[in-house]
């Protein structure tokens, strides 16, 4: 098991400290019970499972398994998720992902890339950053209503930049400065946990990245990341 991290003596643990503490505490627990839960299926011979058992059983580990996701994404949100950084160019990343998300987005939803001529180095971890830009498609896919343009751009300024942008109902000035917050969503609770620009900002802090999120009322979101250019983390 991994080692739970410390403070120094005396001194009061930040959110995100605590976040992580529990995070790996919690991560523990699920391993013992799924390792147990699987050790279970293997000693009991299958004509012992009746129906409903065996529909109970996948339903606990169905369970254990999303647990183990939310404390994912929440030590992802702390800042304590790994990332391995390499120089890839994000125009690349852009187009990788493109086919993803066609298959991912309904066929209401329009994914146009905008991408510059030339490339974007960027010091980024690439898989993570294809999970990141899943996770602000899926938000722009609820903010549109199934429906609309979603479009990713890349841009080379100041530093390396990917974007993404909807065409959906926009966020209010209240809605904008509690939307990184975990568990915070406007929408139905039961199937949206408010993980997900938590995540992205996870994913940021790790990084070394900025994000910046643009959003007004009938008027759209914009998701910027900036990076550090290849080679300087």
């Given at each position: 098991?991994?080692q739970?991290?410390?403070?120094p003596?005396?001194?009061?643990?930040s959110?995100?400290?605590?976040v992580?503490?529990?995070?790996?505490?919690?991560?523990?627990?699920?391993?013992?019970i799924?390792?147990?839960?699987?050790l279970?299926?293997?000693?009991?011979?299958?004509e012992?499972?009746?129906?409903?058992a065996?529909?109970?059983y996948e339903?606990?580990?169905?369970?254990a398994?999303?647990?183990?996701?939310?404390?994912a994404?929440?030590?992802?949100?702390a800042?304590?998720?790994?990332?391995?950084?390499?120089?890839?160019?994000?125009?690349?990343?852009?187009r990788?992902?493109?086919p993803?998300?066609?298959?991912?987005?309904?066929?209401?939803?329009?994914?146009?890339?905008?991408l510059?001529?030339?490339?974007?180095?960027?010091?980024?971890?690439?898989?993570?950053?294809?999970?990141?830009l899943?996770?602000?498609?899926?938000?722009?896919?609820?903010?549109?209503?199934?429906?609309?343009?979603?479009?990713i751009?890349?841009?080379?300024?100041?530093?390396?930049?990917?974007?993404?942008?909807?065409?959906?109902?926009?966020?209010?000035?209240?809605?904008?400065?509690?939307?990184?917050?975990?568990?915070?969503t406007?929408r139905?609770?039961?199937v949206?946990?408010?993980?997900g620009?938590?995540?992205?900002?996870?994913?940021?802090?790790?990084?070394?990245a900025?994000?910046d999120i643009?959003?007004?009322?009938g008027?759209?979101?914009?998701?910027?990341?900036?990076?550090?250019?290849s080679?300087?983390?």
């Amino acid at each position: 098991m991994d080692q739970a991290p410390h403070t120094p003596p005396g001194s009061a643990p930040s959110t995100d400290l605590l976040v992580r503490r529990m995070g790996h505490d919690f991560n523990n627990l699920l391993s013992v019970i799924l390792g147990g839960l699987s050790l279970l299926r293997e000693e009991v011979p299958g004509e012992a499972w009746s129906p409903e058992a065996r529909e109970t059983y996948e339903d606990v580990v169905s369970a254990a398994r999303e647990a183990a996701d939310v404390i994912a994404r929440l030590t992802a949100w702390a800042g304590r998720q790994a990332v391995e950084p390499v120089c890839a160019d994000l125009n690349a990343v852009a187009r990788e992902i493109e086919p993803l998300l066609a298959r991912a987005l309904p066929a209401e939803v329009r994914v146009e890339l905008t991408l510059t001529d030339s490339p974007v180095i960027a010091w980024v971890d690439r898989s993570q950053l294809q999970t990141v830009l899943i996770e602000l498609a899926a938000n722009a896919r609820d903010a549109m209503g199934g429906c609309g343009e979603l479009r990713i751009e890349t841009c080379d300024g100041v530093a390396p930049e990917i974007r993404v942008t909807d065409g959906g109902e926009g966020m209010d000035a209240a809605t904008l400065a509690a939307c990184r917050d975990p568990y915070f969503t406007t929408r139905d609770r039961a199937v949206h946990r408010g993980l997900g620009l938590s995540v992205v900002e996870g994913f940021a802090r790790a990084s070394g990245a900025e994000l910046d999120i643009e959003s007004r009322p009938g008027q759209g979101t914009v998701a910027r990341l900036r990076f550090a250019r290849s080679g300087a983390p």
